[in-house]
């Protein structure tokens, strides 16, 4: 299962449904798309290579790669297209590809790509071998077994592990929380009307 971040271009999204990828938009924290199958979880950051040379000089890009490699044990950083090497040295090009694999002691592997397309292939790979059980330096999200249904729910803001299998064991089914109002989601252990109501919001697509 591919969570891509609702801000993320629609022609991306319909390009990953197009090479047969399950795909669904909605609002994440972190990532632009994070991959998610039974325990394992790894999240992917998309830059254009022109956005990526404006932002290594904005302290809040590095950042936000920070909270990033603290949140997961694996990510991907991809920059998409040929950099214009007018505006930095091919030699700090490459730098900043090592210095980002150093600083988060691995956890951040950078990777650059030709195109959206070769994006999206690359997305459907790590999809694949995550389903298989290829990645297996992926973190788990706990260290017992996760349905699907639990790692989907924990794609919710400030739903974990716990939060998301009391959901489940009030309301059954990935499909009833979905539907739940805010005074049935008040009802599971944990959740108030604040995080009710976020949840109500974000799973109908609402953004804050």
Not at 24 to 45: F, G, N, P, T
Request: glycine share 6%; hydrophobic share 40%.
């Amino acid at each position: 299962m591919i969570f891509v971040d609702d801000r993320e271009p629609e022609r991306i999204f319909e390009m990953l449904k197009s090479i047969g990828v399950n795909a669904i938009r909605k609002r994440l924290e972190l990532a632009d798309y994070l991959i998610a199958h039974q325990s394992y979880a790894v999240a992917v950051e998309r830059k254009s290579a022109s956005d990526y040379i404006s932002s290594i000089a904005d302290g809040r890009f590095f950042n936000q790669l920070h909270d990033l490699s603290k949140s997961y044990e694996l990510s991907f950083l991809c920059v998409i297209g040929r950099p214009d090497f007018s505006r930095i040295s091919r030699e700090a090009f490459v730098g900043s590809f090592l210095s980002i694999a150093l600083k988060s002691k691995r956890r951040i592997i950078p990777i650059q790509l030709e195109n959206e397309r070769d994006f999206c292939l690359m997305l459907k790979s790590l999809d694949r071998q995550l389903r298989r059980g290829d990645l297996r330096t992926a973190p788990r999200l706990r260290k017992a077994d996760v349905d699907d249904s639990v790692a989907m729910l924990t794609a919710i803001p400030g739903i974990g592990i716990e939060k998301a299998r009391r959901l489940l064991e009030k309301l059954g089914s990935i499909q009833r929380v979905v539907n739940a109002s805010i005074p049935e989601l008040m009802r599971v252990e944990g959740i108030g009307e604040k995080q009710a109501r976020r949840i109500y919001d974000f799973v109908r697509g609402r953004k804050d």
